[in-house]
Every structure is written in structure tokens, then in C-alpha cells.
């Protein structure tokens, strides 16, 4: 508490305060908050209704507080390097979304001041939430190079969809906050590029790059043997072995060993193809705001159904070698 009194001869006022009031006005004007952070790296879409629930959401855990004010601002950043700020809430609402821009990053920003025991005056909290588009090949050279510490952690923010930071002076407060971004994180929906059978392959991915890469190879000399075989079925093994048989056998080795490197070539492009495939077809749009963003989505949709084609084309190309190699070798061998 402060107080105006006079001084002893008189001729002015002198403000006094309390140690407690003095202390509150020094953190709120100059202290540093601690801060928590968190990044969610849940592949995730996001529309402008589900940045609308966030904001309800995070009303409705402050209105549960002593929260003295609260100002709620936002940010919209284009792939066109333009950025369009929002100085309330009521105007991130009414914006028009029937744009041609294809949205980066949107970053979402609650001020509040709340009572917390043991200082005299509110303090300032504050939340902020950043939704990133995918990294580009430059940002994730700067993430890589950057020397600066500050810098470094900077750019890998931009490998997360979410990212969420709370600077506060109530520790429960903020873990509340925390836990109200992520349940938030965990609601939205998975983009349809990444399904459950695409996660099944996500996961096994260098699995099938090995078996489209090692499983001809490994099968090829069988048939070679059996192609051997085949030809020698009509004679008599008994009898001495001739200068034309020789050269058949020698024939045979020399275009074995051939063909053997050109199927070791061939199915370590096919295991490659394979690997970029399957990488490639994970590719999806974080946002779906603007009428920009639905375009790029058509377009990565389009581009996944190409990728998806060569994966396929790479997978049956193994199989059949494999399986016509595998029925070859049985009905030599049988």
C-alpha cells in the first residue's frame, strides 16, 4: 500500500510504501518471469474454428483464476514474407479468410495480469502459442549451422506444428495453460496423409527398403542354379565331360555374374525408390485457413498420389521377379 504524507518541515509530499507493495512494482515493472515451453510434434490440420476453441479454452481456465486483465492479440505470417497483426481478438475473428496467401505461421499471444500470494500488485503472466507450417530446406540449414544458442532454438521450432511457451510467476498456473494446449494438440484432426496405413509403412520403411533391396538378390543365384540344372536335365551326367559342355558352363557363369550385378543395381534403385516413396508420401499441410492453403493441399494430395504410384510400381516389380524366380527354382528343383 502507498501513502501521500507530508514531510517534517511542511513543504511538500513525500510518498511512502510498504517493502511488499515496493517489491510487487519493481517485479511487474522489471522482473523476469520463469518460463516453461513445450513443442508438439503430432502431426496435426488446423482451421480457424479450432484456433477459436483455444482461445475459449484458455478464457475459461483463466476466468477459474483471480486474473485481474487479460488482452488477447494474434499474428498471421504468408508465405509471401507479409505479416498481418492483430491488435484484439475481436479482429483475428472477423478476418477474411477468402484469401489467395498460403499461411507460415500464426502466433497467438494472452497477456493477463493475476494475483498471485505474496506480492501486493498483480503479476503478468503470459501464454504463446505458435503454429508452424513445415520447415524449409533454408530454415533447417540455419537450425543446423546456427552457432547462437537462441538462434538454434529459434529455427527448431519451426519442425513442430505447435509450439507453446508460458512465462509466469504462478507455477500452477501455468501448468494448467500447458495442459490446456495439449489436450487442445491431442483434439485435432490427423491429416488424411497420414493414416494409419501410412504410419504403418512410416515405420517400417527401411524394413521394405532392405527386403525390396537384399530379397532378389539373395533369390537370383537359386535361379541361376535352377536354369543350370535345366539344362544339363536330358544328359548323362556319367559321361565325360565335353569341350561344348565346358563352354555351356563357362557361358552360363560368365552371364550368371552379369546378370547378377545388373539385379544388385536394379533392386538397390528399387529399395531407394522405395525408401523416398513411402518418406515423400507424408507429405500434408499443417494449415487449412486461408483459401491458399486449400489450394497447396490439392496440390500435396496430387503429389502424394504420384509418390504413392512409384512406391506401388517399386514394390511389384520385387514381388514378381521374386515370385516368378521363387516358381522357377521349385518346379527345377522338385
Request: hydrophobic fraction near 45%; charge should be neutral; include cysteine.
Amino acid at each position: 500500500m502507498m501513502n501521500i504524507v507530508g514531510d517534517e518541515q511542511g513543504k511538500g509530499l513525500v510518498a511512502k510504501a510498504d517493502k511488499d507493495t515496493v517489491r510487487s512494482m519493481f517485479h511487474l515493472m522489471v522482473g523476469k518471469p520463469d518460463s516453461n515451453h513445450q513443442m508438439f510434434t503430432r502431426p496435426v490440420c488446423i482451421r480457424p474454428e479450432d484456433i477459436y476453441e483455444l482461445n475459449e479454452r484458455v478464457q475459461e481456465k483463466l476466468r477459474a483464476h483471480h486474473q485481474e486483465s487479460l488482452v488477447a492479440s494474434a499474428a498471421l505470417v504468408f508465405d509471401d514474407k507479409t505479416t498481418t497483426e492483430f491488435g484484439g481478438w475481436a479482429e483475428f475473428e472477423s478476418y477474411n479468410w477468402s484469401r489467395s496467401k498460403v499461411t507460415k505461421e500464426v502466433r497467438l499471444k494472452w497477456q493477463f495480469l493475476l494475483n498471485v500470494q505474496g506480492y501486493e500488485l498483480p503479476q503478468q503472466h503470459t501464454l504463446t502459442v505458435k503454429l508452424c507450417a513445415s520447415a524449409k530446406p533454408l530454415e533447417v540449414l540455419q537450425a543446423m549451422f546456427s552457432k547462437n544458442p537462441e538462434e538454434s532454438d529459434e529455427a527448431e521450432v519451426k519442425f513442430a506444428p505447435v509450439f507453446c511457451r508460458v512465462d509466469f510467476i504462478n507455477s500452477v498456473v501455468s501448468e494448467e495453460l500447458m495442459a490446456v494446449v495439449d489436450k487442445w494438440n491431442a483434439a485435432l484432426p490427423v491429416p488424411e496423409s497420414r493414416s494409419g496405413f501410412h504410419d504403418l509403412l512410416d515405420r517400417h520403411k527401411r524394413k521394405i527398403a532392405m527386403l525390396v533391396d537384399y530379397s532378389t538378390p539373395v533369390i537370383f543365384p537359386f535361379a541361376s542354379v535352377a536354369y543350370l540344372k535345366s539344362m544339363f536335365d536330358d544328359k548323362d551326367y556319367s559321361a565325360s565331360l565335353t569341350i561344348g559342355t565346358s563352354i555351356e558352363v563357362m557361358t552360363w557363369l560368365v552371364f550368371s555374374l552379369m546378370a547378377f550385378t545388373v539385379v544388385v543395381k536394379i533392386s538397390h534403385l528399387l529399395a531407394r525408390r522405395a525408401f523416398s516413396s513411402i518418406k515423400e508420401h507424408g507429405a500434408y499441410s499443417v494449415f487449412q485457413l486461408t483459401s491458399g492453403d486449400r489450394n497447396r493441399l490439392d496440390v500435396i494430395r496430387r503429389s502424394n498420389k504420384k509418390v504413392f504410384s512409384k512406391f506401388v510400381f517399386s514394390a511389384l516389380v520385387s514381388l514378381v521377379f521374386n515370385v516368378s524366380a521363387g516358381i522357377f527354382v521349385a518346379l527345377n528343383f522338385s
